[in-house]
């Protein structure tokens, strides 16, 4: 039988390494691996990929992303990329003078060190925009930044109390300065406009083709239900699965509404049959265990400090009750359901691999691969339970690096020991731990070759500064298996992630071998050609 598509003359990265030069694929699935006897299968149909050095590799998987809400930012107000506060409000005005038409201005993405402690006013906000409310959500989606129209219109007052899962940020004399974190978001986002289904459909389209032109062919869909004010994906990935439009390989995560308990559980069950169809599984489920370090609402086994260096009496939020969590694990992990905890503090760490151990105990053995996402601080003491546990470390490697909203939001709330339990890719990999890797999109790029610049490296692409925390680098074969191989198991797609005779062919060609060039180079690295099961679903231009 003739191979459909023959990939020739290049590297090729197999589970045993950078150790055969020729591909054959047959229909979806890869059918010989090898070198000059694979030419064999060449027929007068088969497409022949000359790599002409270039490296081949299993296709790119994100273990946590939201490409929805991605999607929809970027036909919004999209503040991805500006540093100051004068670009980010030169760009809140240029947008909202291009569409006049548009009752509020939505979007997000803004940095939270361009402003001071990362809390920016409503008196910036409606210097640029003061007649419609404007709901712009940070960069990492834990707070969102409102005017004063928008607080007007949602009843926002000084006598307004904090909600339990959030906090309004106030003025000097009381008054809600104009930044709502985690929950208080909810208080002006449930007035925003709703999105419609053609809108959720085009956004998990184009956000596809944006991760397709990375070599992402598979994904693992951080929350699929309604939180915050974030859109519910799940029509837009059941219409795509039914349509066919769906070429990425999709795992829902359900969202764990935190406001209730186990008695959603039979509902969870019923979502999950409903939204599974094609390339789309819903068979996971989020539960949001804390917050992030930088507006202190990340759990903390002991409290953070104040700007003095003093202590203080903030241990973080725990959004989900710490003695019933175990409880609800136990039960969804005998339901067969996944748990794809968000864990940032060393506290909401050691919750979650408490409730995956009174699984273990409860239910024996079990193949649900639970994961924790972030993994921001890890106290050493939980290091190796990830291993023992078989808990998946889901890490996010853009963030391990010095930068603004690290060095100065973070490291000194932190104090100096626990700086050093940040983002621990080494230990966790000399541990035993199975790692998998993701991006958080929009909260950071989704570039999978910047993240492995990162993970390598430990700094920022194109950065000349310190190297933050040098003894977590992991090696590149290390950081593409978490990318690749990692990131498959995570989602349990066990015929993907590895290039060898019986895999599906989701497959990567990147335009050079990064192995051939120093790792301060790896970001320069670009996807060529992406292919899931075979069929080609980007190609650069002159690929």
Not at 14 to 24: I, M, N, Q
Not at 72 to 101: F, I, M, S, W
Not at 320 to 331: A, G, H, R, T
């Amino acid at each position: 039988m003739h191979a459909d598509l023959l990939f020739t003359n290049g590297h090729v990265l197999t589970p045993e390494g950078r150790t055969a030069t020729a591909v054959a694929v047959t229909g979806d699935r890869i059918t010989a691996v090898g070198h000059a006897e694979v030419h064999d299968l060449a027929g007068p149909g088969t497409q022949v990929v000359d790599l002409a050095g270039r490296l081949l590799l299993p296709g790119f998987q994100d273990a946590h992303v939201h490409p929805v809400p991605a999607g929809l930012e970027l036909t919004q107000c999209d503040l991805t990329g500006t540093k100051t506060a004068a670009d980010t409000l030169a760009a809140v005005r240029a947008y909202a003078d291009a569409h006049p038409e548009r009752e509020w201005i939505t979007g997000g993405g803004w940095s939270m060190e361009a402003f001071e402690g990362g809390t920016p006013t409503k008196e910036l906000l409606d210097s640029v925009v003061a007649d419609r409310p404007v709901y712009l959500p940070n960069r990492d989606h834990h707070g969102a930044w409102v005017n004063s129209r928008a607080l007007e219109l949602a009843g926002i007052t000084r006598d307004t109390p904090d909600p339990a899962d959030g906090r309004i940020e106030r003025d000097a004399s009381g008054e809600p300065a104009g930044t709502l974190q985690e929950g208080a978001m909810q208080l002006v986002g449930r007035l925003t406009p709703p999105t419609t289904p053609g809108d959720r459909l085009a956004a998990l389209l184009h956000a596809q083709r944006h991760l397709h032109a990375l070599g992402i062919t598979a994904w693992q869909d951080a929350i699929v239900g309604k939180f915050a004010g974030m859109a519910d994906p799940s029509d837009a990935y059941l219409t795509a699965a039914r349509d066919g439009s769906l070429t990425a390989r999709v795992v829902g995560a359900l969202w764990w509404d935190r406001e209730r308990g186990a008695e959603q559980i039979p509902e969870l069950v019923e979502r999950r049959a409903a939204l599974s169809h094609g390339r789309f599984r819903a068979c996971s489920v989020k539960l949001m265990l804390d917050g992030v370090a930088e507006t202190g609402t990340a759990a903390l086994l002991d409290p953070y400090l104040d700007k003095c260096g003093c202590v203080t009496g903030n241990r973080g939020t725990s959004f989900i009750d710490p003695d019933q969590l175990p409880k609800y694990v136990v039960e969804l992990d005998a339901l067969g359901f996944q748990c794809h905890f968000h864990a940032l503090g060393d506290r909401a760490v050691r919750n979650a691999l408490d409730a995956v151990e009174a699984a273990r105990e409860a239910n024996g053995p079990s193949d649900t691969r639970p994961h924790l996402a972030h993994l921001q601080v890890v106290h050493p003491d939980d290091v190796a339970r990830f291993a023992r546990l078989g808990a998946v470390a889901n890490i996010q490697p853009l963030w391990a690096a010095h930068e603004p909203q690290m060095d100065e939001l973070t490291i000194p709330f932190l104090g100096p020991e626990r700086a050093l339990w940040q983002y621990p890719f080494g230990a966790l990999l000399r541990s035993g731990a199975t790692l998998a890797a993701g991006s958080d999109w929009p909260v950071s790029s989704p570039d999978p070759l910047h993240g492995i610049h990162v993970a390598v490296n430990r700094v920022e692409p194109g950065s000349t500064g310190p190297v933050f925390l040098p003894g977590e680098r992991i090696g590149l074969a290390e950081a593409l298996t978490a990318y690749t191989a990692g990131s498959a198991y995570a989602n349990h797609l066990d015929d993907t992630g590895r290039v060898a005779a019986g895999a599906l062919a989701d497959l990567v060609v990147l335009d050079r071998d990064p192995f051939a060039a120093p790792p301060e180079e790896i970001a320069q690295t670009r996807v060529a050609l992406t292919y899931v099961g075979g069929a080609e679903v980007y190609a650069a231009d002159g690929a």
